[in-house]
């Protein structure tokens, strides 16, 4: 199939069925966009297991398993989806380096309280929720498309999970405080999620290609429009607004800027920074990445050993 060929189809409505009937340049940018996806998911399990150690009791710990399982099985779909590709799913996810990993620098920042959990499902959550329905909505891969049915419904029962505890917490005093910090720099921390601004986006395949339908820019004015109204149904202060003149959600904070991941601050008072100052911290990773990495990939390498010794 040509370039020509493949275009015209996907501008037909007609979806791709598998990498035999696409271009290379076409099956190349669905494995960027997968390995995203597989990534995110796979590494918000152990993200979410380590804060549901501290969760108010022991339903909540079994809520939150429940969701890990849910993403454990979404991560599943997109590394399936890349075996069929021809990617080597095994040293894609058990020999690969923490730093090469793809998924959002949100999640290698820790999740310490049971109220960044919480906030976690309603902000993470909501934008994976918006990431994944833009896809399903517009996807010109169908087996792909057909598998988001399952993981659409999962993704809004997260984000339910973290609407109903953090309406439940801003109702306490003491507890609204705790959220409120949490809300201070998750909130900015999933801007960032949808990653650089339109103008500066460098795969330009995922429109043209129809892999999804909305840029990075629309997917943050989507991801607002429905988590700054939530925050200020509960009293809870965010860096945003809906400018009625502009029809737009703005920002009312320096955006990129400056991020203490120790101490889990925006310094705001610094101004704003360059996108190439951000992706450099992107790339070196946070603070837990080489954890989380090393939950997953701990049994195979202890199998891997075991199995060396017994040659």
């Known amino acids: 199939m040509t370039e020509e060929e493949l275009l015209e189809r996907i501008r037909d409505g007609k979806l791709i069925e598998g990498p035999e009937y696409a271009t290379e340049k076409y099956n ?10 597989g990534d995110t998911e796979l590494i918000s399990a152990p993200a979410y297991m380590r804060a549901a150690r501290n969760a108010p009791k022991i339903n909540s710990y079994i809520s939150v398993a429940g969701i890990a399982q849910d993403e454990l099985g979404h991560a599943h779909i997109a590394y399936r989806l890349l075996r069929d590709l021809g990617v080597d799913v095994e040293e894609l996810v058990y020999e ?79 507890q609204k405080k705790e959220l409120q910090a949490a809300v201070d720099w998750m909130f900015m921390m999933t801007l960032e999620w949808f990653g650089l601004p339109d103008s500066m986006k460098r795969h330009g395949e995922q429109i043209a290609y129809g892999m999804k339908g909305s840029t990075n820019d629309e997917l943050r004015q989507t991801w607002m429009s429905t988590a700054v109204p939530l925050c200020e149904q509960h009293g809870i202060e965010v860096p945003a607004h809906y400018d009625e003149s502009s029809e737009t959600w703005v920002i009312d904070a320096p955006f990129p800027c400056e991020f203490d991941e120790e101490g889990k601050r925006w310094d705001l008072d610094g101004g704003e920074i360059t996108w190439e100052h951000v992706m450099e911290r992107w790339k070196r990773r946070g603070p837990a990445n080489e954890e989380l990495v090393e939950q997953i990939q701990r049994g195979y ?9 017994a040659a």
Not at 104 to 132: I, K, S
Not at 301 to 309: A, D, G, M, R, T
């Open 28 to 37: 190349e940018g669905l494995k960027r966009t997968l390995v995203v996806s």
């Open 96 to 174: 690969r380096d923490p730093k090469d990993f793809r998924h959002p620098y949100a999640f290698d920042v820790p999740l310490d309280t049971w109220a960044e959990m919480v906030v976690a499902n309603g902000f993470y959550d909501r934008a994976g929720f918006c990431l994944l329905d833009d896809i399903f909505q517009n996807s010109s891969y169908g087996p792909w498309k057909r598998a988001l049915v399952k993981v659409e419904r999962e993704e809004n029962f997260h984000l339910r999970h973290g609407e109903r505890w953090m309406a439940t917490m801003a109702a306490d005093p003491e």
């Open 301 to 309: 390498k202890q199998l891997s050993k075991s199995l060396e010794v």
